[in-house]
């Protein structure tokens, strides 16, 4: 995977948001040897779920993956879990065949797949638009 397509999707992180920087930078290692970044997106992890309300609990929730790295590739979805500070965590893919995107809004993603679901919420407002756009022309063929 080519570093420079890594350096583009950083340029695209919003002010107070490089902490993901090192997510992004896992893609390469994720990634399969020729396989193409086409755009990436970070928002909320859509597993999830902010449910405290203590300051101990809230601790807690921080330890969890809070975030997720969405990256197109040319060969499939991948999905890179990320904690509150940015680092990289768990990874899974997700074939394209036949994923769709069901919706697209301000700042959230929805995409279904034969196996499953997910929404994605809080994306930065300047990586979405690449990656929606990525996406559909990958999903066109």
Not at 36 to 50: I, R
Not at 122 to 141: W, Y
Request: aromatic residues 4%; glycine residues 10%.
């Amino acid at each position: 995977m080519a570093p420079t397509a890594i350096e583009r999707e950083k340029k695209l992180l919003p002010f107070g948001w490089g902490r993901f920087g090192k997510s992004l930078d896992q893609i390469a290692e994720v990634a399969e040897p020729g396989e193409e970044l086409l755009a990436a997106c970070v928002g909320l992890n859509p597993t999830f779920e902010h449910r405290s309300i203590t300051l101990a609990g809230g601790l807690l929730e921080l330890t969890q993956s809070t975030n997720v790295v969405l990256a197109a590739t040319d060969r499939r979805l991948l999905l890179i879990a990320t904690g509150a500070g940015g680092a990289p965590r768990d990874h899974t893919a997700i074939a394209y065949d036949g994923m769709e995107i069901v919706e697209v809004g301000k700042r959230e993603l929805r995409l279904t797949w034969p196996e499953g679901a997910m929404r994605v919420k809080g994306i930065a407002k300047s990586m979405l638009p690449d990656f929606e756009e990525a996406l559909r022309r990958r999903l066109a063929g």
